[in-house]
Structures are given as C-alpha cells and as structure tokens.
C-alpha cells in the first residue's frame, strides 16, 4: 500500500511582475525574482501551512496567512517582516490588499461556511478594524 500526496505551492505573482512568491505547507514562502529565477528570500515564520499570499498593488509589500492563525506584513525585496496581524483562533484561508494598499482583509472558513466576519487591517498604523485594538 503506498500513499502519494501531491504537495502544491501556492503561488502569487506581484503587479509590477519582478517577483514571484510561493508559499507551501511546510510553513515555508520563497520569493524569487522572475528575470533570473534566482531566489530573493525565503523564511518559515509560519506556525503551520501557508494559505495564501497577497502583493500591495505597487509591490513593495506582501501579506500571507496561514493554517495556524498568522497574518504576516512582508517588505517584497527584503523579506523583512514589517508587523504580525493579530485576531484570529484559527486557520486563516484568504488574505488580500485594498487597492491603494492601505488596509488588508483577511477571512477564515471553519467548518465550510466563513463563521467570522472579514478582519479589516489598517496597515500604516497596525490597527486592527475588526477589534479596535493596536497590533504588532
């Protein structure tokens, strides 16, 4: 008996197309650069999973979540992480940025319907909308 589980990266391209940033289930995201497919960065500060990741709309940023409740804020080239979002019990599935990249949206699925309401994110300021509460 033998069991093969296909492992699938999740994939996000930014807006101004020079990266490419996949993130995966072993807690991992890797940013490459996609002129010389040569990578930028890479890190696991997840505690779980990665879900999905976002790019700013101008690129200099990215956000990912993961399984294990994260909400991340990156700087694209660097990889530095520029703050942790905080407000969520569990698995975060989908995360993305406003247009003018100023606040980002993150939701959760628990048990196949979305049980909470979307956490609004403010991120000039590390204000979380949802809670009225700073974050770091």
């Given amino acids: 008996f033998v069991v093969c589980i296909l492992v699938l990266p999740i994939p996000a391209i930014s807006p101004d197309g020079r990266f490419l940033a996949l993130g995966d289930i072993f807690n991992r995201i890797t940013v490459v650069e996609t002129q010389t497919w040569k990578q930028v960065w890479q890190t696991i500060s997840h505690l779980e999973g990665v879900n999905a990741i976002s790019f700013s709309a101008d690129s200099s940023r990215m956000v ?20 942790r979002l905080a407000g969520f019990r569990g698995e975060v599935n989908s995360v993305v940025f406003s247009s003018d990249g100023k606040t980002i949206a993150a939701a959760s699925r628990r048990e196949g319907a979305f049980s909470q309401r979307p956490f609004f994110y403010k991120t000039s300021v590390g204000f979380c909308a949802h809670s009225g509460r700073q974050i770091s």
């Fill in 64 to 83: 990912s979540c993961s399984s294990g409740g994260r909400v991340i804020l990156w700087e694209t080239e660097t990889g530095q992480e520029i703050m």
